[in-house]
C-alpha cells in the first residue's frame, strides 16, 4: 500500500494552502524573549504582559504600568504570543509523536532498546524518553505538508494490533520492536528477528495499546513551541530566560522563553469538545462524498489553521453538519473561535449556527476564507443539549472547511462555585 496515497478529499480541488512565518532560521522567534503574551481566563478575561515567573500552579505577568498578575493553571484557558507565529511546515528533520497530541519536532533519533528512546531536539537538547510514552517516530520527512499531516494523521488515527514500520517503497512490516541504532531497526517477524535498513524506511507506528502517557492528576500546561513542538508540564520555573519544567513522564525539560509560542491551560475547569463524543451527529448530502466531522483536524485531515494561527484542538466540518453534545452538570459556558480554514480558498462559504437546547443562541453572516475568525462565548447554564450546526454558505459545501477551533466547555471549578456562592449570599 502507498503510503501517501492520494487524498479522497475530491470536493477541493482548488482549496488553497496558506503559510505564515514570524520565524528565524533556526526558529527563534525575531522579537526576542521579551515580547508580550496576551491571556485567556476560563471567566472570559483577555490579559496582556510578559511572563516574569512560574510559581505554585499560577504564572504571573506584568501588565501595563508595570502591575503584576497572577493567574492559577486552573483559571487559565491559554497564553499565546501577541505576535502571531507561524509555525514551520515540511521541515526535513524527524519526529517523535507522544500519547496525547504532544510531539517532537526537529529532532534527531539516535537509537532505541525495548524501553527507551534516545532523541536529540533542537529545542529541548538530548532526551531520554520512556519508549511507552511514544506513539510513533517519522524517520523521513516528506517533502510536501500535506504529505507530512497525513502521515503524522496515520500515525495516530490508523488501527494496527502491533509495531508496523511503513517503508518508502509503500510497503509495510508487521511485528515486535526490539530496538534501533543509527543504521536499522530491529524487529521480530513470525517468531523471528530481523533487522530493517533505516535508510528505507519513512516511519514506525507503535502498538497503541501499550501507549502509557500519565496525564498529570493536577491542572498543567501545554506548552507549544515555535518549530511545532508541543509537551505537557509541571513544576514550572523561570530561570535567567528559559523555562525548566518536567514533563508529564517525568523528564527533565528546559527552553529558551524565545521559542514559546503559547501556554495552554489544562484542568478540570476546561474540556474540549474534541475529547467529549457527540450524543449524536447529523449529515445532510449535497454534492460528493459526505465528509464526517474530524477532531483536533480539518473535514479533510488536515492542522486548523484560521487567521494565521495553528491550533491543536478543535471540530472541523463541512456543511451540512449538525453535532449534538449533552450539557452535563457543572457545564457553564461554550467557548470557540470560528470561522473557514485558511485552506478553503476562495470557494469555501459557510454559516455557523449554535443552539442551546431549541434556541438559537448564534448566527453568523456568510464566512469565507478572507473573514476574520470569530469568537464565541455561550452561556449554558440551564441547557440540557448543544448543538453546533455548519450551514451551507453561498456555494453549497464547495471547499467548505468549516473550523471550531478550541471547541471547548467551561466548567465550573472550585472558585467558581465559591463566587457562585458570593453572588448569591445576602
Given at each position: 500500500?502507498?503510503?501517501?496515497?492520494?487524498?479522497?478529499?475530491?470536493?477541493?480541488?482548488?482549496?488553497?494552502?496558506?503559510?505564515?512565518?514570524?520565524?528565524?532560521?533556526?526558529?527563534?522567534?525575531?522579537?526576542?524573549?521579551?515580547?508580550?503574551?496576551?491571556?485567556?481566563?476560563?471567566?472570559?478575561?483577555?490579559?496582556?504582559?510578559?511572563?516574569?515567573?512560574?510559581?505554585?500552579?499560577?504564572?504571573?505577568?506584568?501588565?501595563?504600568?508595570?502591575?503584576?498578575?497572577?493567574?492559577?493553571?486552573?483559571?487559565?484557558?491559554?497564553?499565546?504570543?501577541?505576535?502571531?507565529?507561524?509555525?514551520?511546515?515540511?521541515?526535513?528533520?524527524?519526529?517523535?509523536?507522544?500519547?496525547?497530541?504532544?510531539?517532537?519536532?526537529?529532532?534527531?533519533?539516535?537509537?532505541?532498546?525495548?524501553?527507551?528512546?534516545?532523541?536529540?531536539?533542537?529545542?529541548?537538547?538530548?532526551?531520554?524518553?520512556?519508549?511507552?510514552?511514544?506513539?510513533?517516530?517519522?524517520?523521513?520527512?516528506?517533502?510536501?505538508?500535506?504529505?507530512?499531516?497525513?502521515?503524522?494523521?496515520?500515525?495516530?488515527?490508523?488501527?494496527?494490533?502491533?509495531?508496523?514500520?511503513?517503508?518508502?517503497?509503500?510497503?509495510?512490516?508487521?511485528?515486535?520492536?526490539?530496538?534501533?541504532?543509527?543504521?536499522?531497526?530491529?524487529?521480530?517477524?513470525?517468531?523471528?528477528?530481523?533487522?530493517?535498513?533505516?535508510?528505507?524506511?519513512?516511519?514506525?507506528?507503535?502498538?497503541?495499546?501499550?501507549?502509557?502517557?500519565?496525564?498529570?492528576?493536577?491542572?498543567?500546561?501545554?506548552?507549544?513551541?515555535?518549530?511545532?513542538?508541543?509537551?505537557?508540564?509541571?513544576?514550572?520555573?523561570?530561570?535567567?530566560?528559559?523555562?525548566?519544567?518536567?514533563?508529564?513522564?517525568?523528564?527533565?525539560?528546559?527552553?529558551p522563553v524565545s521559542e514559546l509560542a503559547r501556554l495552554?491551560?489544562?484542568?478540570?475547569?476546561?474540556?474540549?469538545?474534541?475529547?467529549?463524543?457527540?450524543?449524536?451527529?447529523?449529515?445532510?448530502?449535497?454534492?460528493?462524498?459526505?465528509?464526517?466531522?474530524?477532531?483536533?483536524?480539518?473535514?479533510?485531515?488536515?492542522?486548523?489553521?484560521?487567521?494565521?494561527?495553528?491550533?491543536?484542538?478543535?471540530?472541523?466540518?463541512?456543511?451540512?453538519?449538525?453535532?449534538?453534545?449533552?450539557?452535563?452538570?457543572?457545564?457553564?459556558?461554550?467557548?470557540?473561535?470560528?470561522?473557514?480554514?485558511?485552506?478553503?480558498?476562495?470557494?469555501?462559504?459557510?454559516?455557523?449556527?449554535?443552539?442551546?437546547?431549541?434556541?438559537?443562541?448564534?448566527?453568523?453572516?456568510?464566512?469565507?476564507?478572507?473573514?476574520?475568525?470569530?469568537?464565541?462565548?455561550?452561556?449554558?447554564?440551564?441547557?440540557?443539549?448543544?448543538?453546533?450546526?455548519?450551514?451551507?454558505?453561498?456555494?453549497?459545501?464547495?471547499?467548505?472547511?468549516?473550523?471550531?477551533?478550541?471547541?471547548?466547555?467551561?466548567?465550573?471549578?472550585?472558585?467558581?462555585?465559591?463566587?457562585?456562592?458570593?453572588?448569591?449570599?445576602?
Amino acid at each position: 500500500m502507498n503510503l501517501f496515497k492520494k487524498n479522497q478529499s475530491i470536493l477541493y480541488p482548488v482549496c488553497l494552502i496558506v503559510a505564515a512565518s514570524s520565524v528565524d532560521a533556526r526558529g527563534g522567534l525575531q522579537d526576542g524573549p521579551d515580547s508580550t503574551f496576551q491571556a485567556r481566563t476560563i471567566d472570559g478575561r483577555e490579559i496582556t504582559g510578559r511572563i516574569v515567573s512560574f510559581g505554585d500552579h499560577e504564572v504571573t505577568l506584568v501588565i501595563k504600568g508595570g502591575k503584576k498578575e497572577s493567574l492559577k493553571f486552573d483559571r487559565l484557558v491559554r497564553i499565546a504570543r501577541e505576535t502571531v507565529v507561524g509555525i514551520p511546515a515540511g521541515e526535513n528533520s524527524q519526529a517523535v509523536l507522544l500519547g496525547d497530541g504532544d510531539r517532537l519536532i526537529r529532532a534527531s533519533i539516535r537509537g532505541a532498546t525495548e524501553t527507551v528512546l534516545e532523541v536529540r531536539s533542537e529545542a529541548l537538547g538530548k532526551l531520554d524518553i520512556p519508549l511507552g510514552n511514544v506513539l510513533g517516530l517519522i524517520l523521513a520527512v516528506p517533502g510536501r505538508p500535506t504529505d507530512l499531516d497525513r502521515l503524522i494523521e496515520r500515525i495516530r488515527t490508523e488501527p494496527r494490533q502491533s509495531e508496523v514500520v511503513w517503508l518508502a517503497n509503500g510497503d509495510r512490516v508487521a511485528g515486535s520492536f526490539l530496538g534501533m541504532d543509527e543504521r536499522s531497526i530491529r524487529f521480530q517477524r513470525d517468531q523471528k528477528p530481523v533487522e530493517i535498513d533505516r535508510g528505507g524506511v519513512v516511519a514506525l507506528g507503535f502498538d497503541p495499546k501499550l501507549l502509557d502517557y500519565p496525564r498529570p492528576k493536577e491542572a498543567f500546561l501545554e506548552a507549544s513551541l515555535v518549530d511545532g513542538t508541543r509537551i505537557g508540564l509541571t513544576r514550572i520555573r523561570l530561570v535567567e530566560g528559559n523555562i525548566e519544567a518536567t514533563s508529564r513522564s517525568g523528564l527533565a525539560i528546559r527552553f529558551p522563553v524565545s521559542e514559546l509560542a503559547r501556554l495552554q491551560g489544562r484542568s478540570e475547569s476546561v474540556v474540549y469538545l474534541s475529547e467529549r463524543p457527540p450524543a449524536r451527529a447529523q449529515y445532510e448530502e449535497y454534492v460528493g462524498p459526505t465528509l464526517p466531522f474530524r477532531v483536533d483536524r480539518t473535514v479533510d485531515g488536515h492542522p486548523i489553521r484560521l487567521g494565521g494561527q495553528t491550533f491543536d484542538r478543535g471540530i472541523g466540518t463541512q456543511s451540512r453538519t449538525f453535532l449534538a453534545y449533552r450539557i452535563e452538570p457543572g457545564d457553564r459556558r461554550f467557548q470557540a473561535t470560528i470561522g473557514v480554514d485558511e485552506r478553503a480558498g476562495p470557494l469555501g462559504s459557510v454559516v455557523f449556527r449554535v443552539f442551546v437546547d431549541r434556541r438559537e443562541r448564534f448566527q453568523s453572516p456568510a464566512m469565507t476564507d478572507h473573514d476574520p475568525p470569530k469568537t464565541l462565548d455561550i452561556d449554558l447554564d440551564g441547557g440540557k443539549i448543544l448543538i453546533l450546526a455548519t450551514e451551507f454558505g453561498e456555494r453549497g459545501n464547495v471547499c467548505d472547511l468549516a473550523d471550531w477551533a478550541e471547541a471547548r466547555i467551561i466548567r465550573q471549578g472550585p472558585e467558581t462555585i465559591e463566587e457562585s456562592k458570593n453572588r448569591t449570599s445576602p
